[in-house]
């Protein structure tokens, strides 16, 4: 794929990387969306010039990276339901070890099933905290769209010190191939509520 002549060498270079995808799947669509869309040329130049060198290059993989559809949202009972069931995993296992007989308490199953219990119990806290704030909501509305919001937002936000919230509509109107472009206000609002 040939980027426009004017555009940056990182992102030129970016795109050569995915040169063996097969044509039409639809992440070779993205890719050369990302790669040579006319829109993107002053985007790709700002975000240059506002970060390290070879910055670019990491954020236009990224930013394919972000086109992934499990990387959408989720709600605060999905994930409650999943806490649930992990708590349930765990109090299933202590119940197991109050089964093996008490005077087998050197039998290292019994530690197994322990260590199980405990692992359980670490998972369900994980499935509520370990969830990115700004992708927990309370009904899903573009969960793909805002997914890569977030994801991308708080990449750019971390390697040049600012939202570039226009920039980040931008990118993510190209690479999900939106039909109406995705509003700075939008992208401010998903960076910044969490859970609505």
């Given at each position: 794929m040939r980027a426009p002549v004017e555009w940056i060498p990182e992102v030129a270079k970016a795109a050569s990387c995915f040169s063996n995808l097969e044509p039409g799947t639809a992440l070779a669509r993205r890719v050369h969306r990302l790669g040579t869309d006319r829109r993107l040329a002053s985007v790709w130049r700002t975000l240059a010039d506002h970060s390290e060198r070879d910055m670019t290059f990491a954020l236009f993989l990224l930013?394919?990276?972000c086109c992934d559809e499990r990387l959408g949202t989720v709600t605060r009972k999905e994930l409650e339901d999943t806490a649930a069931q992990f708590r349930r995993g765990a109090q299933?296992?202590?119940h197991l070890v109050r089964l093996v007989r008490r005077h087998r308490d050197s039998d290292p199953r019994k530690q197994v099933l322990r260590d199980a219990a405990k692992?359980?119990?670490?998972?369900a806290s994980a499935a509520v905290s370990d969830v990115h704030p700004g992708l927990v909501v309370e009904r899903k509305v573009d969960p793909q769209v805002r997914g890569f919001v977030v994801y991308f937002g708080t990449a750019v936000l971390g390697v040049c010190g600012q939202p570039f919230d226009r920039l980040v509509g931008t990118i993510a109107t190209v690479a999900?191939?939106?039909k109406e472009p995705l509003s700075t206000r939008t992208v401010e609002y998903w960076r910044t509520h969490r859970g609505s």
């Open positions: 930013a394919v990276a299933h296992l202590h692992a359980c119990e670490e998972l999900l191939d939106l």
